[in-house]
C-alpha cells in the first residue's frame, strides 16, 4: 500500500491522494487535460499492481465547492472550482509561481522572488494578476487532524436524481462540519468532505442527513481518511 501510495504522490498528475479506512484503501485525484492522459495513468497503475488492487472506481470531477470550515469561523463565502471557466494563459514563470504557493501558501513574495530569480515586484504583481483571473480562488490552510482530536471522512453520494445536488449543497453550506462538496460524473452523483470532534457527532450528523434527504439518497458510502 506505501509502494501504492509514494508512485502516486510522485506521479506530475496527482493533486490529491490520501490513506483511508472504509470501501476503499486509497483515494487520489488527477489534474488531466484529456481520457488519453487518464487512460495512460490508469494503465501504468493497474499493470504494476494489478495482483494487488481489488477493484477500482473513477468519477470526473464536475464542479467542487469550498465552504471553510464554519465550525471554526461561522458561515463563509462560497467558493466554486472548475465549471466552464474562461481560459487563460499562463507564462511560465507564473506556473513556477503557483508551484511554490501550492506547497507554502505563506510564503512571502520576496522569498519566492529569490527562489525564481526575479523581483518581489514582479512576484506580487504576477499573484495580484492570477487572483484577478480567477486562476488563483484563495488561500486555505491544512490541519493536523491528530493533533486536534479531529476525524476527517469523505462521503460519496449515490442519489435518485442528480437534480437534488442543489439541495445537498445548500444543506453542507448551512452545516458547520461541511468543508467541501463535489459534483460527480461516475459510479456516484457527488461527494463531500468534513470534520468532527467525536464519534458521536459523526453519527448524529449522518443521522440529520439521512432523515432530511431519505427519499432522494439511495446510499452513502463514508471513509474515514488518515
Not at 494503465?43 to 468519477?59: A, K, N, V
Not at 490541519?143 to 471522512?153: G, P, T
Not at 453542507?172 to 461516475?186: L, R, S, V
Amino acid at each position: 500500500k506505501q509502494e501504492l501510495l509514494d508512485l502516486l504522490i510522485k506521479n506530475d498528475n496527482t493533486n490529491w491522494v490520501v490513506s483511508c479506512r472504509g470501501t476503499y484503501d486509497i483515494i487520489c485525484g488527477f489534474m488531466l487535460k484529456g481520457l488519453f492522459e487518464f487512460s495512460k495513468i490508469k494503465q501504468e497503475i493497474l499493470s504494476d499492481y494489478s495482483d494487488y488492487i481489488h477493484s477500482t472506481h473513477f468519477c470526473v470531477m464536475e464542479n467542487a465547492y469550498y465552504m471553510g470550515r464554519k465550525y471554526f469561523f461561522g458561515i463563509m463565502p462560497l467558493r466554486s472550482y472548475f465549471g466552464k471557466p474562461d481560459k487563460v494563459k499562463l507564462e511560465n514563470l507564473d506556473f513556477r509561481i503557483l508551484k511554490k504557493l501550492s506547497t507554502a501558501t505563506r510564503m512571502k513574495s520576496t522569498e519566492i522572488a529569490r527562489q525564481l530569480n526575479t523581483t518581489p515586484k514582479i512576484v506580487a504583481y504576477k499573484i495580484a494578476k492570477m487572483q484577478k483571473q480567477d486562476v488563483i480562488k484563495g488561500f486555505t490552510i491544512s490541519l493536523n487532524h491528530e493533533k486536534l482530536d479531529i476525524s476527517y471522512f469523505k462521503a460519496f453520494f449515490y442519489l435518485k436524481d442528480k437534480l437534488v445536488r442543489k439541495n445537498l449543497l445548500n444543506y453542507f453550506i448551512q452545516e458547520p462540519n461541511f468543508i467541501y462538496a463535489i459534483d460527480t460524473i461516475g459510479n456516484w452523483e457527488m461527494e463531500a468532505e468534513f470534520e468532527v470532534f467525536s464519534t458521536e457527532e459523526y453519527y448524529k450528523l449522518m443521522d440529520r442527513l439521512e432523515e432530511k434527504f431519505s427519499e432522494t439518497i439511495k446510499t452513502v458510502n463514508t471513509l474515514l481518511i488518515e
